[in-house]
């Protein structure tokens, strides 16, 4: 997550630097959040949406390249830009999508399976297993506290429970051995 300082109120955005209009760059500086993306920033930069709009005097067709290359590939990410701009629209969740929008909630979506994954991974390695079940998604959610919170009225099929027995009905320790 970055905190962007525009001079009058501090704002939270996911730009490393963002331009509003030719000549008008404002940096962004990070803050602490892990279940936000940080790297968010490079990927839409790295579109460029912002640069394309703003240029003068380039009117007409582009030239044509080589190889056409997918907006996900443009963006640097796994997940599909197009299919995800396409149920945006569909959906009627609003009356217009931009074109950002779809870069960054597929960005988003990245990261999130990247970080469930990772920690589900982890569960799976500690109890020896080298494929990943939905007991171990289970356990990576519920044991990570963020994680817990986002998906907390969710219900993993076949997740399981998490372990817990109440302290009260622990057996007893005792001090130790009785002197005779």
Not at 56 to 74: C, E, H, L, T
Request: aromatic share 8%.
């Amino acid at each position: 997550m970055w905190l962007c300082d525009w001079g009058k109120e501090p704002e939270v955005s996911f730009f490393d630097s963002y331009k509003i209009s030719a000549g008008n760059t404002h940096t962004c500086f990070p803050t602490r959040g892990r279940l936000l993306p940080v790297f968010l920033g490079s990927f839409l930069h790295s579109v460029s949406l912002v640069d394309k709009m703003s240029a003068k005097g380039k009117g007409g067709r582009a030239k044509k390249s080589g190889k056409s290359s997918s907006k996900s590939a443009k963006a640097g990410l796994q997940f599909p830009v197009g299919r995800i701009g396409r149920y945006l629209k569909k959906g009627r969740y609003a009356k217009r999508v931009g074109a950002g929008a779809p870069v960054y909630m597929a960005a988003v979506l990245e990261y999130l399976c990247a970080e469930i994954l990772e920690l589900a991974g982890n569960a799976a390695r500690d109890h020896k297993k080298t494929r990943i079940i939905p007991r171990h998604i289970q356990l990576a959610v519920r044991n990570d506290e963020e994680l817990s919170k986002f998906l907390g009225g969710v219900t993993i099929a076949s997740g399981g429970v998490m372990p817990n027995v109440h302290s009260v009905l622990l057996p007893k320790k005792s001090k130790g051995k009785k002197s005779q």
